[in-house]
T-cell receptor
Framework: GAVVSQHPSRVICKSGTSVKIECRSLDFQATTMFWYRQFPKKSLMLMATSNEGSKATYEQGVEKDKFLINHASLTLSTLTVTSAHPEDSSFYIC???????????????FGPGTRLTVL | GQNIDQPTEMTATEGAIVQINCTYQTSGFNGLFWYQQHAGEAPTFLSYNVLDGLEEKGRFSSFLSRSKGYSYLLLKELQMKDSASYLCAVDEDGNYGQNFVFGPGTRLSVLP
């Protein structure tokens, strides 16, 4: 089946530093990947849609200069949280849908998530 | 606009049956998904409905009525490990054909 990995799984950083989170599709290509943020006991909130070879599309209220997204290849998207602050502490999850495959529906496959804690 | 509603919390007893409802109003519809998510983990796929009716998969079944904007997830023979959040998500078929909107999630607690 389709597998999506994320790295790191957990990161603790100091306020003001930047953190990069990688999302990889391991056995399929993904033209589009999605980045979500999840607060404790809350649902997933779509932050942005990451497009291979072009700029990401950000949801309303998400600062694109703070959450930098780069979709460098068909199997890798990165989310960089710049100048992180404690309020950025959250669970970040990426997902991807296989492209170029005969799929019956647009199922999204989720990465295992990255727990970010900003001190 | 987008609006997906689910009950916030539900409690049921081991061995029982529970139904989790989801109502939606979205700008488009290309299918409805149910995911299970344990705390601190990624969501895992449970079911997909795009046509009206019931889809059964083992202990889990999912129902869809497109005219009513309504779906439910039915869990039978509840087990303790079924304690988790259950997320309803609609594929809106947006610009990229893969525009998911998630409901708030229902936290299910299964008691012995």
């Amino acid at each position: 089946g389709a597998v999506v990995s994320q790295h790191p799984s957990r990161v603790i950083c100091k306020s003001g530093t930047s953190v990069k989170i990688e999302c990889r599709s391991l056995d399929f290509q993904a033209t589009t990947m999605f980045w979500y943020r999840q607060f404790p006991k809350k649902s997933l909130m779509l932050m942005a849609t990451s497009n291979e070879g072009s700029k990401a599309t950000y949801e309303q209220g998400v600062e694109k200069d703070k959450f930098l997204i780069n979709h460098a290849s068909l199997t890798l998207s990165t989310l960089t949280v710049t100048s992180a602050h404690p309020e950025d502490s959250s669970f970040y999850i990426c997902s991807a849908s296989p492209t170029g495959l005969a799929v019956s529906y647009n199922e999204q496959f989720f990465g295992p998530g990255t727990r970010l804690t900003v001190l | 606009g987008q609006n997906i509603d689910q009950p916030t919390e539900m409690t049921a007893t081991e061995g029982a049956i529970v139904q989790i409802n989801c109502t939606y109003q979205t700008s488009g519809f290309n299918g409805l998904f149910w995911y299970q998510q344990h705390a601190g983990e990624a969501p895992t796929f449970l079911s997909y409905n795009v046509l009206d009716g019931l889809e059964e998969k083992g202990r889990f079944s999912s129902f869809l009525s497109r005219s009513k904007g309504y779906s439910y997830l039915l869990l039978k023979e509840l087990q303790m490990k079924d304690s988790a959040s259950y997320l309803c998500a609609v594929d809106e078929d947006g610009n990229y054909g893969q525009n998911f909107v998630f409901g708030p999630g229902t936290r299910l607690s299964v008691l012995p």
